[in-house]
């Protein structure tokens, strides 16, 4: 049939092209454009001249001083007894006394982040016991850190992207907690070293006339995170410190005005776990070392714990998988590289402690209710030191249980419900909005050199989730190389979806804004027996794909029963094909009846309208993420199956019909 031969003609060009681009290549070109229609000199210019970023007077010549002094040490020390626990979780996450750092030039992917993360803790935790061991083990990850001659990927963004972040927050804080434990030379080795990284990524980033920033985009907060820590820890010791704390300061001013205005974070869970600590090191940092207090910046912090709690599925040890979020039915089914790697001794590592830091900072029962509830299903956080420090008990919790199981993010249009807090909970969530959230437009008048890099976000709009009994019953496919439409609960027109799939990892790039921003959901009705969605996903196309309409109808009743309704127009006559994924299995029971996942809890789906359609069962094939710098290129897989329910014929319009039913067994 047609869609069966432009699949694969896609997948075929898409895997053999020499034009695409990967998300790193393409991100480091736009990083070094110059945007003609930028004039003058770079706003970050006056930001650096103009905002805070010295160090207290009190904390001039003191060690240590980035995150905490000695008497806030001190302080920890008593915090050890009434916090037991927590106290001995950070001592045996120390994971330089059981895992040795990766050697120089340690090449593979991810494996200098941890030697940055493990050198702060290894030093805090030997500042507050005063154990030797910590000591050393801290020398010997620092001296890793020292040994390699490229911080990051020889072959992509070498010395300014993640691992230069992760190193300069582990050995500038490893410097100045550790300063007074340092021999002379060893101190002259570290401080030689994090002047050398630290111009290196401060040349990459320094403002230039018609230079843009990725404000919103991990690849440049994390990065400046680091080279913050390492500008407070060498303050008054080498006379390019001063321009190192300003730039992230200048930079940060960004990044805080256009984070997420209600919370739900576009890159996808797996990066929100990955990266938003890094936005507490810096506003913490910063704080700590300057007085400055930027924390007030970003609105959508005192709305972070909505989006974790309702993007966590029933029983916590899996999400609702929004763009580039783990590796789909692979990762369910614990099969994925990626399940053991986001996970310690079998526990989900999941960041939740962030929620403590800003429970304790706004005053958020329902936040530290969120994170005492991760935390009791076994949740653990990269970094529990942090988790020790940034938790305050004199904070009331509001228990899961009371705390609302629906709620509508309008930035983004993302609706998510459930039936309880319960690990057996019925749960969906629908999704129709721009990549970035609606505030985009407006925020981009302020900040005319933000640059998007939507990369991790997908084409997805009007897709859904559904989940029931501790499975996926129809969902997402996960991390992709190259996002496509047809991973998703969606339409395509003559096999062609939304925004430019198959072009690039992100999808969104050289798109108008304002056009983007017309994905919408028009109207929403939630309660506890009933829910209404309608949207509006017609912006989502291409002008030349030729869609004039598509408007979805999501209907759900607590029973289980689903109506997707959707009614289409386009230019020309065009085969329309909706698709449905499983994780395993699809099984035909009539002509117009299928049911997903036949075993116990089962999803039960009768194709209503159109009155001519064909069907077809496939393989969900995609193309998976690549190395860093070939994202784009990492080949073909198979991610469960979906089910293709097209027109028979090419149609100017169209209605689609689908009734889905969660069947369980008695």
């Known amino acids: 049939m047609y869609f069966k031969t432009t699949f694969f003609t896609l997948f075929l060009l898409i895997a053999t092209s020499s034009t695409t681009y990967s998300q790193d290549t393409q991100e480091l070109e736009a990083e070094n454009a110059i945007n003609e229609n930028l004039k003058g000199e770079s706003p970050l210019v006056n930001l650096m001249n103009t905002k805070n970023s010295s160090l207290k007077k009190e904390l001039e010549g003191v060690h240590p001083r980035v995150f905490l002094t000695q008497s806030e040490i001190d302080e920890l020390k008593d915090k050890t007894k009434s916090q037991k626990e927590l106290w001995e979780i950070a001592l045996s996450s120390v994971r330089a006394m059981s895992i040795e750092p990766t050697p120089a030039p340690a090449q593979a992917r991810r494996v200098q982040n941890p030697v940055g993360l493990g050198i702060a803790e290894a030093a805090l935790a030997y500042k507050i016991t005063g154990d030797k061991k910590y000591l050393e083990a801290a020398k010997k990850y620092m001296n890793t850190a020292v040994s390699y001659k490229v911080w990051g990927y020889e072959y992509n963004k070498p010395d300014v992207d993640l691992a230069a972040g992760h190193l300069l927050y582990g050995l500038g804080w490893g410097y100045d907690l550790l300063y007074h434990d340092l021999t002379e030379e060893e ?72 984070y997420s205005d209600d919370g739900f974070y576009y890159e996808g869970i797996e990066y929100w776990i990955f990266s938003t600590p890094w936005l507490m090191h810096y506003l913490d940092a910063h704080l700590h070392a ?191 190389g190259l996002t496509v439409t047809q991973s998703h609960n969606t339409l395509v027109f003559d096999g062609k979806g939304q925004n430019n799939e198959g072009e690039g990892h992100d999808v969104f790039y050289g798109i108008p804004y304002e056009r983007i921003n017309n994905i919408k959901i028009t109207d929403v009705k939630m309660n506890a027996k009933k829910v209404s969605i309608i949207a509006d996903a017609t912006a989502a196309y291409e002008p030349e794909v030729g869609v004039k309409k598509f408007i979805r109808k999501f209907e759900f009743e607590a029973s289980g029963s689903f109506i997707i309704t959707d009614a289409v127009e386009t230019n020309t006559p065009k085969t329309v094909t909706s698709f449905l994924h499983a994780d395993n299995v699809i099984k035909k029971i009539s002509e117009n009846t299928f049911e997903f996942e036949p075993n116990n809890t089962s999803l039960m789906a009768t194709i209503v309208a159109p009155k001519k359609y064909t069907t077809e069962i496939q393989e969900n094939i995609l193309i998976a993420p690549g190395d860093p710098g070939s994202v784009d290129k990492g080949g073909l897989q198979e991610r469960g199956k979906k089910l293709a329910i097209s027109t028979t014929e090419k149609v100017s319009s169209a209605t689609f019909i689908t009734k889905l039913s969660i069947q369980k067994e008695q």
């Open 290 to 480: 300057t007085g400055e207090d930027l924390y007030v910046k970003a609105s959508g912090f005192k709305l972070m714990h909505k989006y974790i709690s309702h993007a966590t599925l029933p029983g916590a040890d899996s999400h609702f998988d929004y763009g580039d979020t783990y590796t789909g039915n692979q990762t369910r089914a614990k099969i994925s590289e990626d399940y053991d790697r986001e996970r310690i001794d079998g526990h989900f590592k999941t960041s939740y402690n962030v929620l403590y830091k800003l429970a304790s900072k706004f005053n958020i029962p329902e936040a530290q209710g969120v994170a005492n509830w991760l935390k009791k299903k076994g949740q653990v956080n990269a970094e529990e030191m942090w988790t020790f420090i940034w938790y305050n008990p004199t904070i009331e919790a509001t228990p899961i249980e009371k705390q609302e199981k629906w709620h509508y993010f309008k930035d983004h249009d993302v609706v998510f419900w459930r039936s309880s807090w319960e690990d057996d909970a019925t749960a969906f969530s629908f999704k129709c909005g721009p990549s970035e959230g609606h505030s985009v437009l407006k925020k981009q008048v302020s900040y005319p050199e933000w640059r998007l890099s939507s990369g991790h976000a997908h084409p997805d709009a009007a897709s859904f989730i559904i989940w029931a009994d501790g499975k996926y019953l129809t969902g997402d496919s996960g991390y992709e």
């Open 187 to 258: 101190r002259e080795k570290y401080k030689a070293k994090l002047i050398r990284q630290a111009n290196l990524l401060f040349d990459f980033y320094e403002p230039k006339s018609g230079k843009t920033y990725a404000y919103s985009q991990n690849h440049t907060f994390i990065p400046m995170a680091g080279l913050a820590v390492t500008a407070y820890a060498l303050a008054g010791e080498t006379p390019d410190a001063e321009k190192w704390a300003a730039l992230p300061r200048a930079i940060y001013e960004g990044v805080l005005d256009t």
